[in-house]
């Protein structure tokens, strides 16, 4: 059974960091393409980070720079280190075995984690 159970989201002020994490079960995360996805309110679901098996790694433009993307293979962990966040950056971040840096329809992908809360105050 698939599970993606996403954690570290909380709430910063402008400027601060966090990291995220994505706990993955039912497969092994070194043999997919894996992304970083996150929705704001009225907002579509818009990829932000994803990364290869072989390890090739592409950010959008609205993070590029401010954003880490990395795994932990003996974990099967996936993760997101975020810095010099802005308000822009408040939405719901999700992970999932896909790889597209545009609004995607949430039925490209079978599994989705239940997303972790980013709010970033001024």
């Known amino acids: 059974q698939v599970q993606l159970v996403e954690s570290g989201g909380g709430s910063v002020q402008v400027g601060g960091s966090l990291r995220l994490a994505c706990g993955v079960s039912?497969?092994?995360?070194?043999?997919?393409?894996m992304g970083w996805f996150r929705q704001a309110p009225g907002k579509g679901r818009e990829g932000v980070a994803y990364i290869e098996p072989w390890d090739y790694i592409q950010y959008s433009d609205k993070v590029k720079g401010r954003f880490a993307i990395s795994r932990d293979n003996v974990k099967n962990t996936l993760y997101l280190r975020m810095d010099s966040l802005n308000t822009a950056d408040t939405a719901m971040y999700y992970c999932?075995?896909?790889?597209?840096?545009?609004?995607?329809?949430?039925?490209?992908?079978?599994?989705w984690g239940q997303g972790t809360q980013v709010t970033v105050s001024s």
């Open positions: 999932a075995p896909l790889c597209r840096l545009i609004t995607v329809d949430p039925a490209e992908s079978d599994y």
């Open positions: 039912g497969f092994a995360i070194s043999t997919k393409c």
